[in-house]
C-alpha cells in the first residue's frame, strides 16, 4: 500500500496530496529526495531508498518537463508494489490535463485518482496472473522433456543431442509433442535420425581417443606460417642506436658548475641552527585570497566539435547549418532526439578525466530533465543539452553550505575552544604539504595554529611536519611513532586548549580505502575526537579511482560508528591541480560521489601555491 502520493512544482509548491493516504510520514524522505538526487543530477535513478531511525521507505517519481512538475510516490521498502510506475504514469497523464498555473487547489482530482489506482492494481493483477501461468507452462514443458527422455532409456543414440542444431529447443518440442499425443513415433523417429547422422562420428569415437582427421583440419599450414614468419624477420632487421648520454645540468651560466644544490636549514659552525625568517616574508601572500581562474592554459574559443565515431569532425557555426540541425516539426523533445548531444557530451566528459559511471548518471539525468520540454524556435538540440548540463555541473560543484573556514574558526575561539581540523586520505597525495599549505594561509588572517602529528606510522611523518612547523614558525604536539593516533590527536587538542591555540591541524597516515586496521584507528580517531572538519586530500589525477576512494572512505567511517549520525568527508582538498591542464573531472567525481565541497586547491610547492576552486572556470573546461 502507498504511504503518501504528491505533486509540487520545480519551485517546491505542493499542488496536490493524495487524502486517502492520510498517514503520516517518519523523518522526512521527501526533503532527502530533493536534496540527494534532484538538486543533485541523480533524477535519471529508478528509485531512491530512505533509511532514518524507525522509518524505511522506496520512493518513485517522474517529471512532466513541460509544466515543471514532480510526482512522487512513497511506499514501505518492505514491499513491492508493481503498479506505481504504472501509476504514476497515468496520474501525470491526467493531472496535466487539469493543471492551470493559475490554480492552487486540486480537491476534485481525489476521485480521478482513486478510479487511477484501481486501474493500476488491477492492471499489475492481470501482469502477475499472467506470468504465473507462463511459469507454470514452462515448467509443465521442461517435466514433458525430461519425461520423454526418461521413456527412451534416459541416454542419447551415437552421442547426439536433443536439441536443434541452431540452439533452439525444435528437437524438445517435438518430443513433447509426441509423447503427449500418446505416440511414441515422433520420438523414436527424432533418436533414429540423431542417431543416424552422427553414425560416422562415433566410428571415430569409439576406435579411438580422437578423430585424426579432425586435428589435421585445425592445424595451420606450415608454409604460410614459415612465409610469415620470413616476411616478419626480413622486415625486423634492428638498427643501432647511438647511446644517449645525459648532460649537465646547468642552473646559471654565471655560476660554477659543482655549486652544491643544498636548500635545507643553514648552519653555524657551532652547528646550532639559525633563526629563520618568516616564511610570510620568502613565499609573498598566499593564493587563497586572490581571485584566480583555474582551468586549463588554453582558454581560446574554438569551433564546436562533435564526435563522428573514432573521427573528430569540425563543423562550422554558420546560420544555415545552424539551421539544418535544428529538428523540424517536432514540438517536444523526444529521447531519440538527445541521444547523440548527450553521447558526445559524454565522451567530452570522458577524456576531461571524468568517471564513466558519473559521465552516464549525468547523461541520463539531462535526458530526465529535458525529455518531453519544448524546444523554442531557432535552437539547436545540441546547445539545448549543452546548457541542461552546464546548469547541472554548476549545480553539483557549488557548495550546498557555507564553507567560511576563518568565520567558524572565530566562532570556535568565542566558544574558548580550538577549531580541529583533520586531513585524511591515500598514500603519497601530499597531506602533510597541503596541511602546511593551510597553515601558512591560517597564519596570514592573524590565526594561531598548532600542528599534531598523528602519523605514527609511516617514518619520517614526524621529522616531516616538524621541518614545516619550524619553517613556519609554529608549535607542534608529537610523542613519537607506535602510539595510538586517536590519543595523541585527543592530547594535542587538550594542550591547545591550555595554550590558547585557535586551531588545531592533525595530520594523519595515508591509508588505502581498503586498509580494514587503518580505516579503523581512523575511525576512531575522528569519533573520539569529534573534529570541527574532516577534509580528504585527494589527487586531481586520480580519475576513476576517485569514486573508489572517496565511497570507500565514507562506507568505513560510517560501518565502524557508533553513533546513529556518523561522521562523513566534510570538504575535499585537491593537490597536484597544476599537473593536469584540462583533465579536471576528478574534482566533478569527487563532488558527485561525496557531496562534500572542494574547499581548497593546492596548484605548485611553495606555501603559497594553495587556491579557491572557480566553478564557472572548471565547467567551462569540462564543455570545452
Not at 206 to 215: P, Q
Not at 217 to 232: E, Q
Amino acid at each position: 500500500m502507498l504511504e503518501q502520493l504528491l505533486i509540487f512544482s520545480r519551485g517546491g509548491l505542493i499542488l496536490w496530496t493524495c487524502k486517502e493516504l492520510s498517514n503520516a510520514l517518519k523523518g522526512s524522505p521527501i526533503d532527502t529526495l530533493i536534496r540527494s538526487c534532484l538538486l543533485e543530477e541523480r533524477s535519471g535513478l529508478a528509485s531512491f531508498v530512505y533509511d532514518a531511525p524507525g522509518a524505511s521507505y522506496t520512493l518513485k517519481w517522474t517529471f512532466h518537463n513541460e509544466l515543471g512538475l514532480v510526482f512522487v510516490a512513497v511506499y514501505q521498502k518492505i514491499l513491492q508494489l508493481l503498479y506505481v510506475d504504472d501509476l504514476l504514469s497515468m496520474v501525470k497523464r491526467e493531472f496535466s490535463v487539469v493543471y492551470d498555473p493559475t490554480r492552487t487547489d486540486y480537491g476534485d482530482f481525489d476521485d480521478v485518482y482513486r478510479q487511477l489506482r484501481l486501474e493500476a492494481e488491477a492492471r499489475a493483477e492481470e501482469i502477475k496472473k499472467s506470468s504465473k501461468v507462463g511459469a507454470r507452462i514452462v515448467g509443465k514443458k521442461q517435466e514433458l522433456v525430461q519425461k520423454a527422455k526418461f521413456d527412451q532409456g534416459g541416454k542419447k543414440n551415437g552421442g547426439g543431442n536433443l536439441k536443434s542444431e541452431n540452439g533452439g529447443d525444435g528437437a524438445d518440442d517435438r518430443l513433447v509433442n509426441g509423447y503427449v499425443n500418446g505416440g511414441r513415433g515422433s520420438l523414436d523417429e527424432e533418436v533414429k535420425n540423431r542417431g543416424s547422422v552422427n553414425d560416422k562420428e562415433n566410428l571415430s569415437s569409439n576406435n579411438g581417443a580422437f578423430d585424426v582427421n579432425k586435428l589435421q583440419k585445425l592445424r595451420p599450414k606450415a608454409g604460410k606460417k614459415n612465409d610469415s614468419a620470413a616476411v616478419v624477420s626480413k622486415g625486423s632487421k634492428p638498427e643501432s642506436k647511438k647511446k644517449v648520454t645525459k648532460k649537465n645540468r646547468v642552473w646559471d651560466d654565471n655560476k660554477p658548475k659543482d655549486v652544491k644544490l643544498d636548500y635545507t636549514d643553514p648552519v653555524t659552525e657551532n652547528g646550532d641552527e639559525h633563526v629563520n625568517y618568516l616564511a610570510a616574508e620568502i613565499e609573498g601572500e598566499s593564493m587563497m585570497d586572490k581571485e584566480e581562474v583555474i582551468s586549463s592554459d588554453s582558454e581560446e574559443e574554438e569551433d564546436e566539435q562533435v564526435v563522428d565515431g573514432s573521427k573528430s569532425v569540425t563543423k562550422s557555426k554558420g546560420w544555415f547549418s545552424s539551421m539544418f540541425q535544428s529538428i523540424a516539426g517536432k514540438a517536444n523533445l523526444e529521447r531519440a532526439d538527445l541521444e547523440p548531444a548527450l553521447k558526445g557530451l559524454k565522451d567530452r566528459l570522458m577524456t576531461k578525466n571524468v568517471a564513466e559511471e558519473i559521465a552516464e548518471k549525468l547523461c541520463e539525468s539531462v535526458a530526465t530533465s529535458l525529455e518531453g520540454k519544448k524546444l523554442e524556435k531557432f535552437t539547436l538540440v545540441s546547445s539545448t543539452v549543452k546548457a541542461a548540463m552546464e546548469d547541472a555541473l554548476v549545480r553539483i560543484l557549488t557548495p550546498k553550505r557555507s564553507i567560511d573556514i576563518l568565520r567558524d574558526v572565530h566562532a570556535a575561539k568565542e566558544q574558548g575552544k580550538p577549531y580541529v581540523v583533520v586531513f585524511v586520505g591515500v598514500n603519497g597525495v601530499g597531506k602533510s604539504t597541503n596541511l602546511a599549505k593551510v597553515a601558512y594561509w591560517l597564519l596570514q588572517h592573524k590565526v594561531s595554529v598548532m600542528m599534531a602529528a598523528c602519523d605514527t606510522f609511516r617514518s619520517g611523518a614526524v621529522e616531516q611536519l616538524r621541518t614545516h612547523a619550524r619553517k613556519l614558525q609554529i608549535p607542534i604536539f608529537e610523542k613519537g611513532y607506535e602510539k595510538d593516533p586517536a590519543i595523541v590527536a585527543k592530547e594535542a587538542i587538550q594542550e591547545a586548549t591550555r595554550n590558547g591555540s585557535d586551531v588545531v591541524l592533525v595530520d594523519t597516515a595515508g591509508r588505502m580505502q581498503d586498509n580494514e586496521p587503518l580505516m579503523r584507528a581512523l575511525s576512531k580517531l575522528i569519533n573520539l575526537n569529534n573534529p570541527d572538519l574532516v577534509l580528504f586530500v585527494g589527487e586531481a589525477l586520480v580519475g576513476n579511482d576517485a569514486v573508489d576512494q572517496l565511497s570507500k572512505f565514507n562506507q568505513k567511517l560510517a560501518d565502524l560508528s557508533n553513533s546513529p549520525n556518523p561522521r562523513l568527508i566534510d570538504g575535499i582538498l585537491l593537490t597536484k591541480f597544476d599537473t593536469i591542464d584540462d583533465k579536471v573531472g576528478a574534482t566533478l567525481s569527487m563532488v558527485y560521489i561525496s557531496g562534500a565541497p572542494v574547499m581548497f586547491v593546492g596548484c605548485g610547492q611553495s606555501y603559497a601555491d594553495l587556491m579557491k576552486l572557480n566553478v564557472k572556470s572548471i565547467v567551462k573546461t569540462l564543455l570545452k
